[in-house]
């Protein structure tokens, strides 16, 4: 019985789970939408750690930055931690990322889910959005243009 034994196993001796889970947390911060797809063990065992890895980037200080480092794997992570999603979480008491079921592999049957920061969803929606509206603009403007000339 494992009373008393906190946290995941992963069926990984210390270090490669220690290396998997750096690996995770590292691609979830140096991803484009924040996200990555994962197993639901997986993921749950890596959420903790990239919320505290945000909480360090609010803190802001020599001592956070150092901590971080030693934990995400690539300088650019860092940075990219520290310098934009910190500010993004500097308002929020917690909660920071979240776990959402998405179906089973093909292969084995493994529990799929996308581990994302919150509100990655709505950034990437208010880009796109923004995105269709210059588009439509910009259309409008060819529209009148040519009407323009054509008198």
């Known amino acids: 019985m494992r ?8 069926k990984r001796d210390m270090s490669a789970r220690r290396a998997l ?3 995770l947390v590292t691609s979830v911060i140096e991803s484009e939408g924040e996200r990555i797809i994962t197993t639901v063990p997986k993921a749950k065992a ?8 945000i909480t360090l980037g609010k803190q ?10 030693r934990f995400l794997l690539t300088p650019s992570s860092v940075k990219k931690l520290f310098d934009k999603i910190a500010p993004r979480f500097a308002q929020r008491p917690g909660g ?5 079921r998405v179906g089973w592999r093909k292969g084995d049957g493994a529990e ?3 581990l994302q920061l919150t509100g990655a969803q709505l950034i990437k929606r208010a880009e796109e959005r923004a995105r269709r509206r210059e588009e439509r603009l910009k259309a409008m403007r060819e529209g009148r243009e040519e009407e323009e000339s054509g008198n």
């Open 3 to 10: 009373h008393k034994r906190a946290g995941f196993k992963l």
């Open 21 to 23: 889970l750096r690996n």
């Open 46 to 53: 890596a959420k903790p750690l990239l919320d505290k890895m």
């Open 60 to 69: 802001d200080t020599l001592h956070a930055r150092r901590q971080a480092a």
């Open 96 to 100: 920071y990322s979240q776990i959402i």
């Open 112 to 114: 799929l889910a996308v």
